[in-house]
């Protein structure tokens, strides 16, 4: 597939950001002072408006070779940034960019959950400033005898930014026992005939058939928080499975809005979250949120999708063992009867492992970082 070349002004920029994915969320972490500039980089090939940029492209490819790193390099000479960031930390050159830059801070934020045997991270010798969920990536990295400048565990950027900028506490009346059921519902999954996509899909019908049977005679409304916008192609195909596999539930469907962060708030505002391993759920579990986690019940799942280490330290309240009804109302019942306090003090070392909030959001260590760095 041909792609078309971006061009770039030649202009000194504090900050270049990495990838137009993601890069607005990171625009929450740059001071107001720092000029910077997002560099496009799939499905197009950037380039800075300038002799000295194709000199230093040809130094880079005589010393690096013919690949990514190379015309990176030669952007980052060119347009001299003080600090590099991306907010897709499953890439290979980012490590390798502050190796060869060591005076200019380059920084990986996570943007989602990682399993073990995660290409990226095989792959990988090395890592720059990377800003982590909790300990569980820290030890992964470890895992792959990678090496990392400085690990911050820090818990989620989007998650951040919504509690301190978006976020409002629910007060109309309530409605009932609220369950948010997190959707990963992948339409290429759903279609394939393969095991492992099989086993996967059948988890989320037997979790559906235990949320009917504990919804009967009870006053409980499932939200679903679904995996795809209103506007996307798989969005009717989700709809479909979850109406059929939750049909005599009191549900509603909550499309998902990206840039209103939609989830958060549906999740944030149920008595109890509910998913398989997804990302959002263990951002809601990191600020204190109650949840159930069923993606450990099938432990040959597991080992097919490599995740046995993403339900290492939960607790075993917030894990389902089986799709015993019985189980899962037991559970519910003791994580309601549990104080918020309690909570979280019983899972602190969960959090901790998972998805670390401390006393600052993720932006604003990472906002003080930078202004620090330009100043």
């Known amino acids: 597939m041909l792609r078309k070349l971006e061009a770039i002004d030649k202009t000194n920029f504090d900050v270049l950001i990495v990838d137009h994915v993601g890069s607005e969320w990171l625009e929450h972490c740059i001071p107001e002072k720092c000029n910077w500039y997002t560099l496009k980089v799939r499905g197009v090939i950037p380039f800075v408006k300038s002799f000295s940029f194709f000199y230093y492209v040809i130094a880079c490819v005589i010393k690096y070779g013919v690949n990514s790193v190379s015309l990176l390099s030669a952007i980052i000479l060119d347009l001299k940034p003080r600090v590099v960031i991306t907010f897709i930390d499953n890439n290979t050159f980012m490590g390798r960019l502050q190796e060869i830059f060591p005076d200019v801070l380059v920084i990986s934020v996570q943007n989602g959950m990682r399993r073990e045997g995660d290409p990226t991270i095989a792959t990988c010798s090395s890592f720059p400033n990377y800003f982590g969920f909790g300990e569980h990536m820290l030890h992964m990295i470890k895992s792959y005898n990678c090496s990392v400048v400085k690990y911050y565990p820090v818990g989620s950027l989007k998650l951040g930014i919504f509690l301190s900028s978006i976020y409002r506490k629910k007060t109309e009346k309530k409605r009932g026992f609220v369950i948010c059921f997190i959707s990963q519902y992948v339409p290429e999954i759903a279609k394939s005939s393969d095991r ?19 919804s009967k005679n009870k006053d409980v409304i499932i939200d679903v928080a679904m995996r795809s916008e209103l506007v996307s192609a798989g969005y009717q195909e989700e709809l479909n499975f979850f109406r059929e596999s ?130």
């Open 196 to 214: 492992k996509s099989v086993k996967y899909m059948e988890s989320f019908r037997r979790m559906c058939e235990v949320l009917v049977h504990f």
């Open 246 to 375: 939750l049909d005599s539930c009191n549900v509603v469907f909550h499309a998902n809005e990206h840039s209103q962060m939609h989830s958060y708030q549906k999740g944030l505002d149920a008595d109890l979250v509910l998913g398989f391993h997804s990302t959002l759920l263990y951002e809601l579990f990191g600020v204190g949120k109650k949840v159930i986690l069923f993606g450990q019940v099938d432990p040959e799942l597991v080992s097919m999708l490599g995740c046995k280490s993403m339900f290492d330290n939960m607790p075993n309240e917030c894990l389902l063992n089986s799709w015993s009804f019985e189980e899962f109302r037991a559970k519910v019942e003791l994580l309601t009867s549990m104080s918020d306090r309690n909570y979280f003090n019983e899972t602190q070392r969960a959090r901790k492992y998972h998805m670390k909030f401390g006393d600052k959001y993720p932006h604003q260590v990472i906002y003080n970082l930078i202004k620090e760095k330009c100043e």
